[in-house]
């Protein structure tokens, strides 16, 4: 069954504000594989789960086109509206259904979204839509994160891992994949040619307030949202309240530095 977890425009739009590219070196490693094993020019690229669009962006200039699926219409609704690039088009689609023909793409990607899908059905879906030697590559990044802010990080991360053990109880069953650095999925593609990483890692400055929003976008919140709503907005806030006193600061536009953990997987199609 394919999980609909992504389904309100206020979500999307957070997605849209919040939501961020992945770190050079995988995007760096992703095109080193696929220049070792297809000829260029690239015709077609797809992301799969695209959500509001941030992958298509860094896609668009190494192929002819690039094509962005999800199967939330207010996801697709608001890459739309977020991303004018001429060679880029969104569709809702499923991810086990994909509007493309047999043999088509050079390079699929799932970015924080291969964990949702029907695995079975869409590893046929993709080797289905792979040209001969076409690639994917699925990454995301692990729900742990660290929080530096000054000498204060060892608190920071502190209360983060207060924050993971409330929304645990929320969290789709589904996320076991992630936090297991999709191992099960990277055995279930029928490639030899395959390669899967889990030691990545990335740092980031952003303003308090999208780390704040960057936790609302999660979908174990989104689903406190849903169980709790009265508790979820006090959650936020209450988070919020305690990242500044342990900074003593005032403004949430106070920047924190934000590590995270990533997977990927990398595979080709025989030839
Ligand atoms: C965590 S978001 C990731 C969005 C984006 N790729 C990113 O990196 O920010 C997961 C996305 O997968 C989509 N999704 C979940 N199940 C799906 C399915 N079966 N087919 C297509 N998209 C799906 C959701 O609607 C959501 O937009």
Not at 105 to 127: G, N
Request: glycine share 4%.
């Amino acid at each position: 069954m394919a999980t609909q977890m992504f389904e309100g425009k206020e979500h999307a739009s957070c997605y849209e504000k919040y939501r961020f590219s992945p770190p050079q070196e995988i995007e760096d490693m992703i095109f080193s594989y696929v220049d070792e094993r297809l000829n260029k020019p690239y015709k077609l690229a797809v992301d799969v789960g695209c959500g509001t669009g941030q992958g298509i962006k860094l896609l668009a200039p190494h192929f002819e086109k690039v094509l962005g699926t999800d199967i939330s219409e207010a996801q697709i609704e608001v890459a739309k509206e977020a991303i004018k690039i001429p060679n880029a088009t969104f569709r809702v689609s499923p991810a086990e259904g994909l509007p493309v023909d047999d043999a088509s793409v050079d390079l699929l990607t799932a970015s924080a979204a291969v964990h949702w899908f029907d695995i079975e059905r869409f590893l046929k879906e993709v080797d289905r839509i792979l040209k001969p030697r076409g690639c994917l590559a699925f990454f995301s990044y692990f729900p742990l994160l660290e929080i530096n802010y000054k000498d204060r990080s060892e608190q920071m991360s502190k209360v983060y891992s207060e924050i993971e053990e409330i929304l645990k109880k929320y969290q789709h069953e589904k996320v076991r994949h992630v936090r297991t650095g999709y191992k099960e999925i990277f055995e279930a593609i029928p490639y030899t040619d395959k390669i899967r990483r889990d030691d990545l890692f990335s740092k980031t400055t952003m303003p308090l307030a999208n780390l704040i929003g960057l936790i609302q976008s999660f979908s174990m919140f989104q689903r406190y949202c849903v169980v709790e709503p009265e508790n979820a907005k006090d959650f936020l806030e209450t988070i919020e309240q305690r990242f500044l006193e342990i900074m003593e600061v005032s403004s949430s536009e106070t920047e924190v530095e934000v590590r995270f953990r990533y997977v990927l997987v990398l595979a080709s199609k025989p030839k």
